[in-house]
């Protein structure tokens, strides 16, 4: 349909009046809203990350599209829910212990929820035990550790840690990220994955969910 073909060109673009006016056109057409979700803004946050990831589009030009996406799902989330549509899967994001740092994080869980995932934020400075009772409580199949400097990259190790001994590791897929980080500190720390960046986090999801590109 070539009026979702032009949602996803005003999401690359970053023209949020333009999606927000076009999504509600849409609603209005009769249009599924999870088809606007898919066709549209999932598409057009697709393109992004692949400019991204070409070095094509920059941080605030992401920014831009996300925040354009973010207007169009405020409209979009009530028509969701009333439609009983699915998400691809739920994501825990934290920077852990320590760590006052969000700008990775947040961009990260942008990108992941223009691919469709919903994203439960809690925030910076979180101590192990608090990861625990916040995947107790909203029951995630991905868990993403932030961090970003060096003194508090070892409290993804206790954070792990926390969840083995809690016996939730059987439960969620843990990942992590951050400027200090790398795989083969992933791997030291029984991480079951690691992206360097916000396009490569939602690769590492998709993979770890078995969902194709």
């Given at each position: 349909?070539?009026k979702?073909?032009?949602l996803?060109?005003y ?15 849409l ?6 809203p ?6 549209g ?37 009530p ?9 691809r ?25 223009g ?8 925030g ?16 995630p ?8 400097l060096?003194?508090?990259m ?10 083995r001994?809690?016996?939730l ?9 951050g400027a ?5 500190f992933?791997d ?26």
């Amino acid at each position: 349909m070539q009026k979702l073909q032009e949602l996803a060109l005003y999401l690359e673009q970053g023209q949020a009046q333009k999606v927000t006016a076009l999504t509600e056109q849409l609603l209005e057409a009769s249009v599924s809203p999870q088809l606007i979700l898919n066709d549209g803004l999932i598409a057009g946050m697709a393109v992004v990350g692949e400019k991204m990831r070409s070095g094509d589009m920059y941080l605030p030009e992401v920014l831009q599209s996300a925040g354009a996406m973010q207007a169009s799902l405020k409209i979009l989330k009530p028509h969701l829910a009333r439609e009983g549509a699915k998400s691809r899967g739920k994501i825990l994001m934290g920077t852990v212990k320590g760590d006052m740092h969000d700008i990775g994080k947040n961009l990260v869980g942008i990108m992941l929820q223009g691919a469709g995932f919903e994203i439960v934020d809690i925030g910076l400075n979180v101590p192990p035990e608090k990861f625990v009772e916040a995947i107790k409580a909203h029951q995630p199949s991905i868990v993403a550790l932030s961090a970003m400097l060096t003194t508090t990259m070892l409290n993804m190790k206790s954070t792990i840690e926390s969840v083995r001994s809690a016996g939730l590791s059987s439960d969620v897929k843990i990942i992590i990220g951050g400027a200090p980080v790398n795989q083969n500190f992933a791997d030291q720390i029984g991480a079951d994955g690691y992206a360097r960046d916000a396009v490569l986090a939602v690769d590492k999801v998709k993979q770890l969910l078995s969902i194709s590109p």
